[in-house]
Structure formats: structure tokens, C-alpha cells
């Protein structure tokens, strides 16, 4: 049996047991199909070699790649932006690449084209991390040609434009029509503004310190707001799948957008664009430089010598003049090679001109870890302006105050003390103790395995998978959260001791966080359980098509969350809701800011939990009620009970030992629950204001790489839920029989 098993893995496996690749990539469908049409041909240069290219998100390549190459996996490729590159040669997780890319090789390509690092071990030396297939990654302004002829050259021509193309057809005060939308809650499409008023994100010396509090970024910041409060150009908390779709649907005049999503506006057939370089400030002179970086391939560290030479026959491909043609022609990206830079192509296409002009303007994006806390630290405040809660000069002051503090973090280095060291040989003994402990169960155990060996053979699987998936993930948890795991000691992290948890209580936000996250918990289960015991009994009674009913009300409960959670955000919308197209219509009530207010987004992350949870309690609370005898109830009804009487003294109380253990389930999950906050809120948003405390342990473990503390953390949610449901469970004796 066991060798049949053998032989359906591997031979599902996918692998014909030649030589395989994998590649990790995060782009667009319309690159996705370029580079299929590549490894195509690179499948039949060589028929030996099998390419499997797998989409990944940002993120999700980010964090999997991190989690995959610290278990000595990964795919022998990665390829995205260089922006991630300080952390993953930080970490030691990409190798270097100049074995295959030698001097003479190097010198074909313009010198932005390829990324070295400092090595990580040997700092003195630097290290080839990324070959770049091209150049730019960079934002420009895009214009609908049917709709505006202009081309702005300086900021007020573009806001003169922007406030002659917001257009309300209907008089009913919401805009058909908006001048100009981008990305608006993201600070990366803040920098073009940044640099027209003269101001960067890093002091100018070439460090890492932040310089986000300079009067030039106030003046940028007030010129946003300005767009949005006083030109009222831009929609109200538009994001990237807002503005994208604007403009798409022939809603935008213009659009600030990279060189990723250029292909898509240039081909659509509903309208003309045209990509031209965003315009100069007037009050500076300055031209807004959006950040230009490379796009191009890393090699895992964990990749064999064979995998690795492979890959690189493979990049070397993917990097070469035909291939950079191919992507010119179709994605109008901007090559790496210097031969390429003479084609009259790059001169004659508009598209290609505009944008190497507008990489002209641009500065290049710093390849440093620190970047990341950067973006986590200008976000919240970023946010808060543009919510209103913050004026331009708080802003910038808080983004200063909270980048220096989260670098401070993202770098902290934590050492052994001897409580560490203590700890360290401590697993050890507890380990020998337990055996000890267990001697004579063990004795037995091995006793009954050679008089039983098939039938522990039987459970065997099973027995492997709980210590796979439950055992050893728990013991890991529990080490890392002793250990100084994090940016600085990804690879050679080593037990300190409690320093974590100490930590964690240390800080404010954990017990702000807290009080949110029971709020949220409360809150939902008295939801959950008021609206399901309810509904279940109204099922119970005589109701006309009440297997209509089930089925309807159970819809929720069936539909994958992130799929209702996704459906609720859209529903959110400001301007395009329908929860606000319902209350301004028909009720005629001023619309709701769901999203783009603390209070307003965490409400509508609990009414789309509620929304989740109560056919749970329905369809528990409707299988308990199946089991009362209903002499029960013509007992009382003889006694002259009332409907409340009964529900209150005979439904509530049999309905006990179904309750108590399904609200204790409940409350764990409404307590874990990631899915809802993370997709309703993206992530936070808007200031992370309405992060719960598995949303806080994902950012902490995952944008500021603190990954002990992040475990610490866990734990103590995990000891938090353990109390409360072993209280519980015993204060109301949920186990013993009502009877």
C-alpha cells in the first residue's frame, strides 16, 4: 500500500524527472502572457529542462519567499522590483550572481540595470543580487485622449485641467467624471510629489536616516490635501483597483500610473492614451520624479550548484536583447541593455519616449532594508491627512517620529544574556525529564509496538501529520518567541530568553490593541448568537418554506470569506457603494466614509463578521433544538407558561450544552479571525486603526521582519484564549448534563 502511495506523490507531482525551474514573478496578465511566450521558447531551445512559472502577489512572494528559503526551499528564481533586495541580502537569502554575470557581461548592461549589495558576510565585498530586464518601474502621467487633448506641463495647468474635467452630468452632487485619480492612500504615489517640491525620504547623505519632516514635504502634503478638499479633482479614498477602473471605464481624465499598467491603457479599445511625463510644480520649477527602480531576477542562496547554473541559463535568456525587444514592443518597458538604447524604437514610440524621459526626471529607489519601514511609517499619517484627522505639518512630524522608532526596531540587535544561555540547555533537560517521566509509558509503547506493528502502521499517517501540522508548528512557535529572530538574525538566531515577551507588555499599542480586539470579539458574538438563536427559533416553528429559508440564511456561512469580505469593501465604497448609494437615495441621509474613517472602518469590519458568523449559531442552535421533547413545552403550556416563560426556562437552558461549547469555538475565531479586518480595512487601513491583534503579530511579524517578537506575541494570544475558554467552559459547566 505504502509503496503505491510512493508511486501516486510522485507521479502527481508534476515533475517528469528532468531538470526543473522554478520562478516566482508578481506581473501583470498582459506581462504574464509575454513571458509565457518566452519560456516557451526557451522550453524548446530545451526540451530537457521544464520552466514552471508561478504568479505570486507582492506580498505574498515577500513573505513566502522569506518563510521558504529559511526552511532551506524556495524556487530557484524570484523576480519583482529591487525595493525588497535590502532585506532578502540582509537576511541572507539571495546569492550572488556574478559567477554567471562576469565583468564583460556586466558591461552590456546600463549600470541601473544591475543591483549590488554589500555581501552579508563579508561587507567589505559586494554582490551581484539582481539582473534587471529592464528599467523604470516607474510612475508617469496618463492621459484619456478622448476626453482631454491638453498635455499639462506645470502643476496648475494640471489642476486647471483636472478641475474642467471633474464633470457632475446628473446635478445629483456625486461626479460622473473625475480630472485626475492615482493610488491615493499609498505613499509610493506620493513621492513625484515629494520631489517637485524638493524633498526625499532619506537625508541626502546616502544613509539610512529618515528626513520626512522638512518644510518642502509639508508644501507636498498641503498640495494633495488641495486636490482633495479644496479642487475636489480626485475621489474620495481611491485606491489602486478604484483608479485603475476609472479610468478604464472612461471615468478619469488622467491617471498617475507605472509602466506595469501602461500596456493595458494603451490597448484598451474603449478609448486613446497616452503616456506623457508628469508635469513640473510652478511654485518650484522642480519636475515631479516619481521613484524609477529595476525589475529583474534574484537567485535563491538555497539553489544546489546544478539548480543554480539552470537558473541562470535561464535569466541570462530572459535578460537578452531578443527577449528585451519582445517586452519593448508589446509592454513599452525600457530595456536594460546599452545596445537597445539606439533602437529607433525607443526613439520613434511615443510611449518609449515619454517614458525615458520620465525616467530622466526620476530618482532611483534606495535598495536598503530600511525602505520597508519607510512605507509602514509615512502610511498611517499619509492616511490620516488625507482623512482629515492630521494636518500637513503633524503628518510629516509623525511620519518622522514613527520612522526612527521603526528603524530603531527593524535593526534592533537582541544577544543572549544568561537567562538565554540558561534556556538554551533548559529544552534539553526538559527533554530528558520528559523522557524520564514517560520511561515506563515508552516502555510500553514499544512493548505493544512489535506485538502491534500493523496497526500502528495503519495509524501511522495520521499520527505524522498532527506532529507535522500541529505539534512541531506549536514547539516552533514556542522557541521563536524566546529567540532574537528578526531582520539581523534571520539565519543565526539564537535563544535570549524572555527579553519578547518583556516586550510586548512594554508596549502602549499592545493594550490598545487589546481592548479593540475584545471590543470586536464581544460585539460580534452577541451578534452572532442573538441574531442565530433567533432566526433558529423562528425555523423551529411553523413557517411556510422553511427549508427555503435555511438554505438562504446558511449562504453566507458557504461563501468563501475573503470572497464576502472583498464583496462588503466594494460595498463600502464612498462615492460607488451601495450601502451609501441606499442611504443617500432612499433615505436621504449624507453618505458614510466607511473606509476612509477609523471608527466608520471598524464598524464595517464587524458588520461583515456579523454578516459571516450568525448562520453558524443558527445552524447550532436549530440542531439543539431538534433534541427538546416537546412534552416539555405542553407541559407549560397546560401550566399557562407563556412564550417567553418557555424560551427563558426550558429552550435556554436545554439549549446549554450546545451553546457554551459553540460560543467558546466562536469567540476563538472572532478572537483569530485575520480574514475580515485584514481584507474589509486592507490591511489596517485607514491609519491601522482597526488592526485586532492577529492583524498587529502579521504586520509586526512581516513589514518590520520581528519575527521573535511576533511570536511572543502569539503566544500570548495563544495563553489568553486558552484562559478564557478553559474559565468559561468551567464557570458555566458546560459539560455537565442539564437533566
Known sequence: MYTLLLFLLFSCSGDSGGKLIVLWHQMTPAERAVLEGQLDAFRF???????????????????????????????????????????????????????????????????????????????????????????????????????????????????????????????????????????????????????????????????????????????????????????????????????????????????????????????????????????????????????????????????????????????????????????????????SRKSLLDLPMLREDPTLRASAEQMKRGRAMPVVAELRAIWDSMRPSYQALLGGSKTPAQAAHDMQEMALVSIAKMNQRQEPGPVGRALSWSGWLLLAGFIVWQRKTLGRFLHDWRENRLSYLFILPSLVVILLTIVFPFLYNVVLSLSNMSLRHFRDWEIIGFQNYLEVFREAVFFSVLLKTVIWTVVNLVFHVGLGVLLAVMLNGPVKGKSLYRVLLIIPWAVPAYITALTWRGMFDYEYGAINLVISQFLHMPMVNWLGSPFEAFLACILTNIWLGFPFMMVITLGGLQGIPQELYEAARVDGASRWAQFRLITLPLLKPVLLPAITLGAIWTFNNLNVVWLVSNGGEPSDQTHILVSYVYKAVFNLYRYGYGAALSMVIFVLLAVFSIGFLRRNKATQSVY
Open 45 to 335: 531551445k530545451h526540451p530537457d529542462i521544464t520552466v514552471r512559472a508561478l504568479y505570486k502577489e507582492t506580498e505574498e512572494l515577500r513573505s513566502g519567499f522569506q518563510a521558504a528559503a529559511l526552511a532551506g526551499a524556495g524556487p530557484e528564481l524570484i523576480y519583482g522590483p529591487s525595493d525588497v533586495l535590502g532585506s532578502f541580502q540582509t537576511m541572507g537569502i539571495i546569492q550572488d550572481m556574478s559567477p554567471w554575470f562576469p565583468p564583460s557581461e556586466q558591461e552590456q548592461f546600463v549600470p541601473a540595470a544591475l543591483t549590488f549589495l554589500p555581501s552579508p558576510v563579508d561587507s567589505s565585498r559586494t554582490e551581484l543580487v539582481q539582473v534587471g530586464d529592464r528599467i523604470g518601474n516607474h510612475l508617469a502621467l496618463v492621459i484619456n485622449r478622448d476626453l482631454l487633448s491638453e498635455t499639462p506641463l506645470t502643476s496648475d495647468e494640471m489642476i486647471r485641467m483636472a478641475v474642467e474635467q471633474t464633470v457632475d452630468e446628473d446635478g445629483d452632487g456625486r461626479n460622473e467624471r473625475y480630472g485626475l485619480v492615482w493610488n491615493f492612500v499609498e505613499p509610493f504615489f506620493v513621492i513625484p510629489f515629494l520631489t517637485g517640491h524638493g524633498a526625499w525620504i532619506f537625508k541626502e547623505d546616502g544613509g539610512i536616516e529618515p528626513d520626512l519632516d522638512t518644510p518642502e514635504a509639508v508644501a507636498a502634503y498641503t498640495m494633495v490635501l488641495e486636490l482633495q478638499d479644496r479642487w475636489k479633482v480626485i475621489p474620495a479614498n481611491c485606491d489602486y483597483e478604484t483608479a485603475d477602473a476609472l479610468f478604464k471605464n472612461g471615468q478619469a481624465a488622467m491617471i498617475i500610473n507605472g509602466d506595469w499598467s501602461w500596456g493595458d491603457y494603451l490597448s484598451n479599445p474603449g478609448f486613446h492614451a497616452e503616456v506623457v511625463p508628469l508635469p513640473v510644480i510652478s511654485s518650484t520649477g522642480l519636475p515631479m520624479g516619481p521613484m524609477v527602480a529595476t525589475k529583474g531576477y534574484s537567485l535563491n542562496l538555497n539553489s544546489t550548484p546544478e539548480e543554480s547554473a539552470l537558473a541562470m541559463e535561464l535569466v541570462q535568456y530572459l535578460t537578452s536583447a531578443e527577449v528585451q525587444i519582445t517586452f519593448m514592443g508589446q509592454l513599452k518597458t525600457l530595456p
